[in-house]
């Protein structure tokens, strides 16, 4: 299906980030073949195209003035196979499903989006997504054994580790040296194409996850799984001050945490009957044996017990499920902000090494203050890595210049601490302008060289990692006097998808 109506286009203006861009039409491929002639007729007229799971990403990468091609809709084949611990799952298969037909087996993907029940498989390969149990179980790349793609010329390939790289690409000895030199040190990374994974494994596989529909269109992902633990537990810890919750991060990593979230004063406010302390550590450990579960719990609290200012454990599951209720009612604790005042994901995806996590929170603090724009802070403290939701008031006087400085301060900061800008969202639009001050121009000069190998009409996703030339990151805003105009009934629907999170609506039905 291909549309150009108005009110459709309008529905797809918007994705889960901070921009509003009225996409020129809209392509809803119902298989392969549809898509392989939508990519060839793209190449031959020179049509951005747009690839688009539920929409769900923030920095961007899921909008733009060309075609959309929305993968959500078809792309839903689902094939568990338990004894070789692997999963076949089309670009539409969100991770909720695949790990809902993989429960029976035993089985599972331990990288766990927050977004999980609409974040798509396309999605998280496109970003390289994580998520709390990041911290042990690594982001999304870790388990990817293959993708199905279909590249910028139409060419229909599956691509499996292990196997020759179908594309020419390849680094010398002084590239793999500037990438040595010049890659972040952090945890995660989601900031551009991941040249150092490649130059470690060698595989192709490397270079598509992460790349954010600009090097080929992923339409299946071939997941790697795990056996689910048997035993869980886990304890929320507060602190009384940002010096102690970075003190006890690397005590707790010991431990071998599943997750250890962050969840600072910010969010906190917002959270009802929520505990009265600067930050809140929660950590999960899975084990083997209920013993050994709530041993290494008890091992944690004892270490702490000089430093926390509040303890809460949980034994089981059903406990741990409790506990983790203050995490769950935040977010719509933020949806409920007065009309004015927007939750804007404009510096929300820094990652730093994990000793500057304490400065690094401390700093957003400030740069906020500074710019008279409230924030709440929260992010995956096991991996250094801080989400942060601007709440600007959008009817004060010079917001939009306060948030421009706001991302400069903080883009600035991440640098400052030897950090990177993105550690699972990706790059988007938004990030595509400052990578060159994290990895210097001879490394973007390789990524440019990278995107030309697998798309010279550069018609996949244009201006997302590498940026465009006109890039200014807060330009197409969804809020505000600029804004693009929609219509009024579909504007108000795409706000209420963002207030409840419900990405998994099909967007055509927003125009009904």
């Known amino acids: 299906m291909f549309v150009t109506d108005p009110r459709i286009r309008a529905a ?22 549809e898509l392989v002639r ?7 007229a020179g049509t951005p195209l747009i690839p688009r799971g539920a929409g769900s990403g923030m920095p961007g990468g899921n909008v733009g003035s060309g075609t959309i091609v929305d993968l959500s809709i078809a792309f839903s084949d689902l094939v568990v196979d338990s004894q070789a611990r692997t999963v076949r799952a089309g670009a539409a298969v969100t991770w909720a499903q695949l790990n809902d037909a993989a429960k029976p087996y035993g089985l599972r993907l331990p990288p766990d989006p927050s977004s999980g029940a609409f974040a798509t498989s396309g999605g998280m390969v496109a970003t390289n997504a994580a998520g709390p149990r990041t911290v042990r179980y690594g982001s999304v790349r870790r388990w990817v054994e293959g993708v199905e793609v279909v590249d910028a010329d139409g060419t229909v390939r599956t691509v499996k580790r292990g ?3 179908g594309k020419q690409f390849t680094l010398t000895t002084d590239d793999r040296r500037l990438i040595t030199d010049h890659f972040p040190k952090t945890r995660k990374n989601s900031s551009g ?6 130059a470690e ?3 192709e596989v490397d270079l598509l996850v992460g790349s954010e529909g600009t090097l080929a269109i992923v339409t299946a992902v071939h997941w790697r799984l795990d056996p689910i633990p048997p035993d869980v537990a886990g304890a929320a810890l507060g602190f009384a001050d940002l010096a102690a919750m970075t003190e006890a991060v690397p005590s707790l990593i010991s431990l071998n945490p599943s997750a250890l979230e962050l969840l600072d004063r910010t969010l906190l406010q917002f959270v009802p009957d929520a505990p009265d302390v600067a930050c809140l550590l929660l950590v999960e450990f899975e084990r083997d044996t209920a013993a050994a579960v709530r041993g290494v719990v008890g091992d944690a609290v004892r270490g702490l017990k000089h430093s926390v200012a509040h303890v809460e454990t949980a034994v089981d599951r059903a406990g741990l499920e409790r506990l983790w209720t203050v995490r769950r009612l935040a977010s719509p604790a933020l949806a409920r902000l007065p009309l004015s005042q927007r939750s804007l994901q404009v510096i929300e995806d820094g990652c730093v090494p994990l000793h500057r996590l304490g400065e690094y929170v401390a700093g957003l603090g400030q740069a906020a203050d500074r710019r008279g724009i409230p924030v709440a802070i929260f992010g995956h403290a096991g991996d250094g890595h801080v989400h942060v939701n601007a709440l600007p008031d959008t009817q004060r006087d010079g917001w939009r210049d306060a948030l421009e400085g706001l991302f400069e301060d903080v883009t600035a900061l991440v640098l400052r601490l030897g950090g990177i800008p993105a550690g699972e969202h990706g790059v988007g639009r938004l990030r595509a302008g400052v990578l060159e001050r994290f990895y210097g121009k001879e490394v973007m000069s390789l990524f440019r060289d990278l995107k030309r190998a697998y798309d010279p009409l550069s018609i996949l996703n244009p201006g997302v990692i590498i940026p465009a030339s006109d890039w200014a990151p807060l330009a197409a805003l969804k809020v505000g006097d600029g804004a693009a105009p929609i219509p009024d009934e579909i504007a108000t629907r795409l706000r209420e998808v963002e207030r409840s999170a419900a990405w998994a609506t099909p967007k055509r039905e927003l125009t009904r």
């Open 12 to 33: 797809y203006a918007e994705g889960a980030g901070i921009y509003r861009i009225i996409p020129a039409a809209v392509a809803i491929p119902e298989n392969t073949d």
């Open 38 to 44: 939508l990519v060839r007729e793209a190449a031959r």
């Open 163 to 165: 196997h020759e790289p």
């Open 193 to 198: 194409y991941a040249l150092d994974k490649f």
């Open 201 to 203: 494994t060698g595989d």
